[in-house]
């Protein structure tokens, strides 16, 4: 289930919405430069190039800022593994290498994206819930539901794809924390382990 959104407002007008990506690009790169602890609104709208009363417009605080930016990431995430799976209508998309998008366009962000190495899909502050993983899974099962021909409301393909996350979370970051730029035998390692996993589930 998504959850609601942190915004305090939701922009209606493209200026209004430029001014909020602005906001988002700005703690993005704060966060990569300072981290979490040190992220202030008023060192975003200084880097924005914003009213302090812009940010508070949308945002309460820094962490509700940092839970846009991590939806943001989640949007980005999905948009970006579509373009990679669309497919001609009468080619029928294979698993195993959906399942190698969803890898490669994670290691592409987490390479690329600025600020997404600490936020990702979720807060990095001590008491956040740690239930990012549980929206991942359902919005990838979500997403490849169609193309795959998968019912996204069965409970067994919705655990398997949270086991599926939660599994390549953990060695991904034990890929990124051997090599900062992702350790490519770990990396190949998931791959075959999700294959493996999750063939009993969508090879049937």
């Known amino acids: 289930m998504q959850q609601p959104t942190p915004l305090r407002r939701v922009p209606v007008q493209q200026r209004s919405a430029q001014r909020l990506a602005r906001i988002l690009d700005a703690c993005a790169e704060l966060l990569e430069e300072t981290g979490y602890e040190d992220l202030s609104t008023r060192a975003v709208a200084g880097r924005a190039d914003v009213p302090i009363g812009s940010v508070y417009r949308f945002f309460p605080n820094k962490r509700a800022m940092a839970e846009a930016l991590a939806r943001r990431n989640l949007d980005a995430y999905a948009d ?7 497919a001609p209508a009468d080619e029928r998309l294979e ?4 399942m190698d998008v969803v890898v490669d366009e994670y290691l592409a962000m987490k390479r690329t994206v600025s600020g997404f190495a600490l936020v990702e ?3 990095p502050a001590p008491d956040a819930p740690r239930r990012a993983n549980y929206e991942v899974a359902d919005r990838l099962l979500a997403l490849l539901a ?3 021909g998968l019912d996204p409301a069965e409970e067994r393909l919705r655990t398997a794809f949270l086991v599926g996350v939660e599994t390549a979370d953990a060695l991904l970051q034990l890929a990124f924390r051997t090599d900062p730029a992702g350790d490519p035998a770990i990396v190949a390692e998931c791959k075959v382990l999700l294959r493996a996993y999750l063939a009993r589930y969508l090879d049937a």
């Open 80 to 86: 970006r593994i579509t373009a990679r799976l669309t």
């Open 95 to 98: 698993w195993r290498r959906a």
């Open 121 to 123: 899909f979720t807060v």
């Open 146 to 148: 169609g193309p795959l």
